[in-house]
């Protein structure tokens, strides 16, 4: 993926056909690991105000479906679409019902129509956008006035135990890169959508071992997908440091892996006279 804490990297945007064929991937595997994902996106969906009844509903960044399921009971008279950049993605999901529709699709472009969702709910997919501008832009247009965009994204400090573990044997990009909450505060304000709210919350998870943290990266499709990634096998003696530097940070529930979440509400403001 891009650097997306400086947009104007050279390297361009993140390959999107990585990102997809990565998810695509770790379809059948991702719902055994999600723990913290589930956990997120209840939280989110808890956030939804309650009086909302969209007629339509989008779950974007859909993954295998778990939410669009949820958000099917939430909404039994609404209609639902789930987007993913990832067909794999959304074989699973078709195959579990849920939502209404399953449409291959990007963030950045949705292919939606003008004022068509009440709801859009997106549970940690926006990370992956590197223009994130155009995502709340689209998030606009497909918005109906009244319309609310909920997303949960990662910020800033996710996984700051590996990649400074890394840090400590190479100045290699070995972890997937965060935008910074300024960034999204800023891009939320400009956005032409009223923000109802955004606040960060650390969630802690432990592993016994880093082998279990990165099999389970690779088994949601959430690896590192950095340009600047390492080619090849890492060598021994750099793997053996990272190893011993995250082995300081162990605490007794196991070696913690932090997760910056991101949630935000906003809101499309009513047209005059509506
Ligand atoms: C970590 S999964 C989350 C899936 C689901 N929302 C959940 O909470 O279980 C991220 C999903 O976002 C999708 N994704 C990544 N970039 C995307 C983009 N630009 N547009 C649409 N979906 C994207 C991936 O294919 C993947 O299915």
Not at 97 to 111: I, K, Q, S, T
Not at 230 to 251: D, F, I, V
Request: aromatic letters at 6%; charged letters at 20%.
């Amino acid at each position: 993926m891009t650097d997306l804490t400086q947009p104007n990297l050279p390297g361009g945007l993140p390959d999107k056909r990585q990102v997809a064929a990565s998810f695509s991937r770790a379809a059948p595997s991702y719902d055994s690991v999600a723990e913290l994902q589930r956990a997120v996106g209840a939280q989110l969906l808890a956030q939804v105000p309650q009086a909302l009844q969209p007629r339509c509903w989008v779950d974007l960044g859909s993954g295998t479906g778990h939410f669009s399921r949820q958000l099917r009971q939430r909404y039994p008279q609404g209609l639902g679409v789930a987007v993913d950049i990832a067909e794999g993605m959304l074989q699973h999901a078709r195959a579990q019902g849920g939502a209404h529709y399953h449409v291959a699709g990007d963030a950045e472009r949705l292919p939606l129509r003008d004022a068509s969702a009440g709801l859009i709910f997106s549970s940690l997919a926006v990370q992956w956008c590197a223009d994130f501008a155009a995502v709340l832009s689209e998030a606009r247009r497909v918005l109906q006035p009244g319309g609310v965009l909920a997303f949960a994204s990662l910020c800033v400090g996710t996984l700051a135990e590996l990649r400074d573990s890394w840090q400590a044997v190479d100045g290699r990009v070995h972890v997937n890169r965060f935008r910074h909450l300024d960034e999204y505060q800023r891009l939320c304000s400009a956005s032409g959508l009223q923000v109802l709210g955004l606040q960060v919350r650390p969630h802690v998870l432990h592993y016994p071992d880093v082998r279990s943290l990165t099999h389970e990266l690779k088994a949601l499709g959430a690896h590192n997908l950095n340009p600047g990634r390492p080619a090849g096998l890492t060598g021994r003696a750099r793997l053996e440091g990272m190893l011993q530097a995250y082995e300081r940070l162990r605490q007794p529930q196991g070696l913690p892996a932090t997760y910056q979440v991101v949630y935000a509400l906003l809101h499309k403001p009513l047209a005059p006279g509506d």
